[in-house]
């Protein structure tokens, strides 16, 4: 049996002032803020 896995990631990047990195996305499938990251399809 095969199945189809998607690994996500989120990372918080911060400095020693307390200044947090994020995105503000717009688009179709999802707006809001959100920390950057990734997927891997396998």
Do not use: Q, R, W
Request: aromatic share 8%; glycine share 12%; with cysteine.
């Amino acid at each position: 049996m095969i199945e189809k896995v998607v690994f996500m990631n989120m990372c918080m990047i911060s400095d020693n002032k307390g200044n947090v990195l994020a995105l503000d996305k717009v688009g179709k499938n999802y707006s809001g803020t959100t920390f950057p990251g990734g997927h891997v399809e396998a």
